[in-house]
């Protein structure tokens, strides 16, 4: 089968697409920014709409069968299909079933993930910082290298989490629960909300993981639970 012919003066990449444009074929709108949209009017099957920014948008009476919906954002305020598992295309937002999905790298920076299922996602090296994951189950997930300043963790679980030079600066952990975390090696916990429920048990770690320098921050684990 020939591939269609790409005609360079014509092509837009998917992430400029909008609500309003005339799709030819299957709707490709990867990375777009579809916030506040009425799609009602689209054909999304088999839509490419990975990663696209669908806050407050309604698509309420489309077909969303066979579309790829993965890290696409949503929030209380998007409006799907009747009978649609948002939480389990997928998607990122309140209440996400993310469990064991590859998440490196991601930027999930701000996003509402309260509630969210994250056990045993792979989110190493990911951005969240001001990212609400209050209530979140993040249990077994790989956070080496992510990214948490500012991000809203009360009641967060981090059971069992790998954490090497995770950046918790200025998170809110009121609540949060990191027993039996496999390491924090590196981690950086300075201004972290909350911290006094938990400094003890943290600094109980073998000083391997206490005493290892963060070249980012520029401090130990020892001393971001100390200051």
């Not at 020939?2 to 074929?25: I, K, R, Y």
């Not at 999930?108 to 190493?124: E, I």
């Amino acid at each position: 089968m020939s591939t269609p012919a790409l005609h360079l003066e014509t092509w837009s990449p998917p992430e400029a697409s909008t609500a309003v444009d005339s799709f030819t074929g299957v709707v490709d709108a990867r990375g777009a920014d579809w916030r506040g949209a009425d799609l009602k009017a689209l054909d999304l099957q088999g839509a490419q709409l990975c990663r696209t920014d669908l806050r407050c948008s309604d698509l309420s009476t489309c077909d969303l069968s066979g579309a790829d919906m993965r890290l696409a954002r949503y929030d209380n305020n998007t409006r799907w299909p009747e009978g649609f598992d948002f939480r389990s295309c997928g998607a990122v937002g309140p209440g996400a079933r993310l469990s064991g999905q590859y998440l490196n790298n991601a930027d999930l920076r701000g996003m509402d993930l309260r509630g969210a299922n994250l056990m045993g996602a792979y989110l190493s090296g990911a951005d969240l910082s001001g990212a609400l994951l209050s209530g979140a189950r993040l249990t077994s997930a790989d956070l080496r290298f992510a990214l948490l300043r500012g991000a809203r963790c009360q009641e967060a679980r981090f059971g069992c989490c790998q954490l090497d030079f995770a950046d918790f600066r200025k998170a809110n952990l009121e609540g949060a629960n990191f027993d039996g975390v496999e390491s924090i090696k590196g981690a950086d916990f300075r201004q972290a909300e909350g911290l006094d429920a938990l400094r003890s048990g943290l600094l109980s770690r073998d000083y391997n993981e206490l005493d290892c320098w963060n070249p980012l921050s520029r401090c130990t684990t020892r001393g971001s639970l100390e200051s």
